[in-house]
Each structure stands twice: as C-alpha cells, then as structure tokens.
C-alpha cells in the first residue's frame, strides 16, 4: 500500500504538469490565430494599389520619363499644348491624358523614392484634367485659341469666381498685359501669331523694317516728276495742234465763201440786181420759194394794214366826152 502511494502522486503530479503546459501553449498561440483571423477579415486600407505607366517599375522611374513642360514667360503653368506634348493643328487623343491620369493621380500609393510632394503631384492632376476639358471639347478649344479664354487651372471654367486664380487670370487682369495695347487689327494680328508661337514652342524672329535710301528715293521722286512733265507737254501739243487744226477749218471755208460771193456779185451792175440775188441766196438757204416768199409778205401786210385801201388804175375807163 506505501509503495504505491508515491507512484500515484508522482503520476497526478506528471498529468498536471503536462496540463499547464498544453494550457500555456494554447493560451499563446490563440492571440496570434485571432489576430491573423481579423486580418483576413478587416484587409487594410492601404492595400489598394493604381495601375502604372506600362514600361515603368517604380514611379520613381515613371517620373524621370515624363519631364514636365515648363510655363512660358510670364504664365506660372504650361498651356494644354504643353501638357500633352501636343501641337496647335494636331488631333486631340486621351492616350496621353489616360497616362499622366495614372501618373500624377493623387491616391496613387506613395514610395520612398518618389522626389514629388503630395501638393504638386495633385497640382499637376488638376492642371492635367483642366487641360483634357479644353482639348476635348472643340467649343472650348476654338475658344482657348482664339481668346485665351476657359484655362485659369481649373476643368470647368466656367464656374470659376471673380477672384479665382490661376495661372492666366492675374496676367488676363494685368494692366501691363500686351492684350490690352491691341488697338487694331494689325495688332491683333501680331498678337495672336506670338501666342500661337508659344504654344507651339517656336521662336519667329522679328522682321525688321525695310527703308529705301535717301539718293533712291530723291531719284524716283525726279522720275516721276519728268513722267508727269513729259505727259502735261504732249498733252498740250496735241491740244495746240487740234485748235490750229479747227481755225484753218473755218479759215477756209470763210475764203471760199467769199471768192464765190465775189464772183457772183461781179457780173451785176445795179442796185436791184443785188438785191434780187440777195433775195434768192437767203430764200435758197432758207428752203422756201419764191411763190411762198410772195405769200408771206402778203400776209405781213395783211396784218400791219387790215383796211387799207389800194388805188386800182385797171378798172378806170376813159369816157369820150
């Protein structure tokens, strides 16, 4: 009976050790299994991941291969052309704009090796879809090429407040703006020719004024002179000429009026007969014959002597007494 008395505590004192372990062990391998157990079921947040530029590992490398463009002079940002590496004339793709979407989206997850702050990398998203409103829009973009108008940083811009800014709305609203020196079409015409070279990246070198010398423009000034002298003479040569042309005319037909005047009266010899040849050169002239001429005159005598009385010495007979 003794001997078996140590052989049973020894036993209950083996199985409770054992216990305590088993329980030990369990209690510290059941934190972990929750904790894997809620990992599975809550994933976090931060495990969502954007799609990248194909070609492009790390976006550290997606960032070197896109160099952003840089603002003309005067303007803080690119225009759209700039943006999307895109010229005036050219048609409008969103290749390019699904790209730098995906570059420059500001939920896009960070790495230790990117250079850009948060700030500008969603600057340059904003700036991005603004541009992509423009361009895709041929309203909008004839309006942008023609009056600058709809880019101040924004997609819409027409919803854009008095005081927003952009980065053309402090220099619309400069008073030093060469826009606001455009006084004729001549102008206008010069300043959207230097604006359409800024957009495209082109340097148009200004065309100096071409002037005539002095010497050439003394000798064209005389040219002309004896142009217009030589003109006015030959002019008035002709019209001398005309004139003496006409007096001869008349000159001759006056002389051979009078030698045939002079003939004719040369034969008569009385005053009657000159008048009687008068008579018949005026009746002649005038169309009228001699019996017309009688007719007339007495009708004028008619009228000067309605009752005048006419002595008849035809109806007179001589009586023999």
């Known amino acids: 009976m003794l001997t078996r008395k140590p052989i049973l505590l020894s036993t209950t004192c083996g199985s409770l050790s054992s216990l305590s372990a088993a329980q030990a062990k369990s209690s510290t391998s059941s934190p972990r299994w929750n904790a894997g157990t809620r990992q599975q079921q809550c994933p976090r947040s931060t495990s969502r991941k954007y799609a990248t530029v194909s070609g492009g590992g790390e976006e550290g490398s997606a960032f070197g291969g896109h160099e952003w463009p840089m603002p003309p002079k005067g303007h803080k940002c690119p225009t759209p052309y700039q943006i999307f590496a895109l010229k005036k004339n050219e048609a409008y793709s969103k290749t ?186 005026r009746e002649a002239t005038m169309g009228i014959s001699s019996d017309d001429v009688e007719t007339m005159r007495q009708e004028k005598a008619d009228r000067l002597l309605p009752n005048r009385e006419v002595c008849r010495s035809e109806d007179i007979v001589e009586s023999d007494t």
């Open 96 to 281: 390019r704009f699904y790209q730098l979407v995906k570059l420059y989206h500001p939920d896009k997850n960070g790495h230790s090796s990117d250079s850009m702050s948060h700030e500008m990398r969603t600057e340059r998203y904003r700036l991005v879809v603004a541009a992509n409103s423009i361009l895709s829009d041929p309203a909008k973009r004839s309006a942008y090429d023609r009056l600058g108008s709809g880019w101040d940083g924004r997609a819409d811009a027409a919803e854009r407040g008095s005081n927003a800014g952009g980065p053309f709305n402090q220099n619309w609203r400069n008073p030093s703006d060469p826009v606001w020196q455009n006084a004729t079409w001549e102008d206008w015409e010069r300043w959207r020719e230097r604006c359409e070279d800024e957009a495209m990246g082109v340097r148009r070198e200004k065309q100096s004024p071409l002037y005539m010398q002095n010497s050439y423009f003394i000798m064209l000034i005389a040219f002309l002179a004896l142009m217009g002298s030589s003109a006015n003479y030959s002019r008035a040569q002709d019209a001398g000429q005309s004139f003496v042309e006409q007096r001869d005319i008349v000159h001759d037909r006056a002389a051979k009026e009078l030698r045939k005047v002079k003939q004719d009266v040369q034969g008569m010899r009385g005053r009657d007969e000159r008048i009687q040849w008068f008579l018949r050169n």
